[in-house]
């Protein structure tokens, strides 16, 4: 299982930084409707959306801010981290087609705590769609899973 893991908490430092690209598709947001309930017609009905201030339909904000997770967990710290919050402000919307890139920066490490703070940002053409923070848990080496 050590394969697996990501990061230990000794192996960061502020300023490192990893992401994840994504291009949105209809199939995406319509799926992300499917799963997570969230049937708001500015995401699947043009005709509606077409009327709204975005002129259009547009992807979930949930469904961008996602990406966000997937950094966390599988780059940055990567497997074996817990995810314990994050705070979000949506700035621009993300439509079919666009590609949302995911990044997440360290900012702070907290040793004490085995805590670990991460300036989080989703760019679509360089511009913030989404900005935030968010903090993880990280294991420290010494309390690492046995190797069997």
Avoid at 28 to 48: C, K, R, W, Y
Avoid at 80 to 92: M, N, P, T, V
Avoid at 101 to 114: F, L, N, S
């Amino acid at each position: 299982m050590e394969e697996l893991h990501g990061y230990y908490l000794e192996d960061l430092s502020v300023g490192m930084s990893a992401v994840y690209a994504k291009t949105i598709t209809e199939a995406d947001i319509t799926l992300f409707a499917g799963v997570s309930g969230d049937t708001n017609p500015v995401h699947l009905n043009q005709e509606f959306a077409d009327q709204t201030m975005f002129k259009g339909t547009i992807a979930h904000g949930f469904l961008t801010a996602s990406f966000l997770s997937t950094v966390i967990g599988t780059k940055l710290p990567g497997p074996g981290c817990i995810y314990l919050s994050q705070d979000l402000r949506f700035k621009a919307p993300v439509r079919a087609g666009e590609t949302v890139w995911a990044r997440v920066t360290i900012e702070e490490i907290i040793p004490e705590k085995k805590r670990v703070r991460l300036k989080t940002v989703c760019l679509v053409n360089d511009k913030p769609v989404i900005e935030g923070e968010a903090v993880v848990m990280v294991t420290p080496k010494d309390q690492a899973p046995a190797a069997s």
